[in-house]
Nanobody
Framework: QVQLVESGGGLVQAGGSLRLSCAASGRSTVGWFRQAPGKEREFVAGVNYSGGSTAYAASVKGRFTISRDNAKNTVYLQMNNLAPEDTAVYYC?????????????????WGQGTQVTVSS
């Protein structure tokens, strides 16, 4: 059983930064997803267990960075130059795939989510 707990969400002005953390037990590929009101859940970024393979959605590439510290069992999502359209509940999820997948259905375990709100 993989347990996931997100933290680090909050309210920030456009152009600001936030760092989300996901405490993740087990040796898993971890992905970050987000869901805005009235929209489908979408992939944001993912990283495999070793950290050697990462993937990003086109909308966040160059602004967001995913990383992990396995000694701390934590995966991070550094979000820079935030925009109002980044407002959503952010979830981390775990998968046994060897590489980060962009499809939510391959992730077996999910955290409870953390709210990110970007004001204009």
């Amino acid at each position: 059983q993989v347990q996931l707990v997100e933290s680090g969400g909050g309210l920030v002005q456009a152009g600001g930064s936030l760092r989300l953390s996901c405490a993740a037990s087990g040796r898993s590929t971890v992905g970050w997803f987000r869901q805005a009101p009235g929209k489908e859940r979408e992939f944001v970024a993912g990283v495999n267990y070793s950290g050697g393979s990462t993937a990003y959605a086109a909308s966040v590439k160059g602004r967001f960075t995913i990383s992990r510290d396995n000694a701390k069992n934590t995966v991070y999502l550094q979000m820079n130059n935030l925009a109002p359209e980044d407002t959503a509940v952010y979830y981390c999820a775990a998968s046994k795939f060897v590489a980060p997948a962009t499809i939510a259905s391959v992730y077996n375990y999910w955290g409870q989510g953390t709210q990110v709100t970007v004001s204009s």
